[in-house]
């Protein structure tokens, strides 16, 4: 979910009349998003408006990704769960310079970067973060394989005190949703401050994880879980912004004093996210890239 596989080009076939009648298929849109992308990106007339490692990312990925080339990396079992490999495209870096959608490789980059913050913090056993492709509403299994997925990372994740950290991709949109298995909470958070449905399949798929959670550890549950909608997050500003916005969520939580985020979000509040914050986080995200993942 929300990765690309190199495909070659003669392998494809376009449905012409489709495309000539204007009503295109939803990979078809997909398609020509990417296309859009590619003819947009331009380093030199971006450049000056950068964050320094995103330029350095956008220098390297010039050679760096020629001929269809990928970056391969490993998705940890300590930070994650699971070991896997995953691969950072061109297409990833296009997006991340552009300001355009951004895709779950670059999510679980950035929550990789993350534990190194927690760790530098001593903090790993507060926050436990699980990869968006095990939970996303496409290709991820049914609502019993999803809600499994999560509560196999909350047992692996049990010496985590306070929550862990999940990211959900829906459709085309990201959120962020941080549970506290424990106190049995759950904090919701839509960067276009829509609230969760009280029969919203995503409801019903965390709520399964935490009773799953709760039968493995043979322990008593209070009754309902408890869903907080975090009605005070900065909401984003077009239909583009949403993973920088769960990006800079999960930041601003890990640097909060004793993760009162709860505190500081549960209300309704006009805090905002200008464009710097925003691009702190490109920068983050792209400083790690270029240290940990190309040792540049």
């Known amino acids: 979910m929300g ?44 450049e000056s408006s950068l964050p320094a490692a995103l330029q350095k990312l956008c220098q390297w990925g010039k050679e760096g990704f020629k001929d269809g080339k990928d970056v391969c990396f490993y998705k940890e079992e300590r930070v994650f769960g699971i070991n ?34 927690l760790k530098e913090s001593m903090m790993v056993d507060m926050v436990g973060f699980i990869d968006p492709a095990l939970i996303g509403e496409i290709g991820c299994g049914s609502a019993t394989t999803r809600s499994r997925s999560i509560k196999d990372r909350l047992i692996s994740a049990l010496q ?12 085309a949109h990201w959120i962020l949703t941080v549970i506290d298995p424990d106190n049995e909470t759950v904090y919701y958070m839509d960067p276009l401050k829509r609230r969760l449905g009280g029969n919203g399949e995503w409801k019903d798929i ?29 909401s984003q500003p077009n239909d583009k912004q949403c993973g920088y916005f769960v990006m800079r969520y999960m930041r601003d ?26 691009d702190e986080v490109r920068n983050e995200l792209a400083s790690y890239v270029v240290k940990n993942i190309l040792k540049l």
């Open 3 to 46: 990765s690309w596989v190199m495909w070659p080009k003669n392998l494809i076939i376009f449905d012409e009349k489709k495309q000539a009648s204007g009503k295109a298929s939803t990979k078809q849109k997909r398609n020509q998003f990417t296309q859009d992308v590619e003819e947009e990106f331009d380093l030199q007339s971006l």
């Open 160 to 171: 985590i005190r306070f929550s862990c950290c999940l990211t959900m991709h829906r459709i």
């Open 253 to 278: 939580i890990i640097y909060h004093t004793n993760l009162g985020f709860a505190d500081k979000w549960g209300r309704r509040a006009n805090h905002v996210y200008c464009q710097v914050e925003i």
């Open 206 to 234: 965390v709520d399964t994880a935490i009773s799953m959670f709760r039968g493995d550890r043979n322990k008593k549950g209070r009754g309902s879980i408890q869903w907080k909608n975090m009605a005070g997050i900065p």
């Open 84 to 117: 896997a490999k995953r691969y950072l495209l061109d297409l990833d870096v296009k997006r991340l310079a552009n300001m355009a959608e951004v895709t779950g490789t670059l999510i679980v980059l950035y929550m990789r970067y993350l534990y190194d913050v």
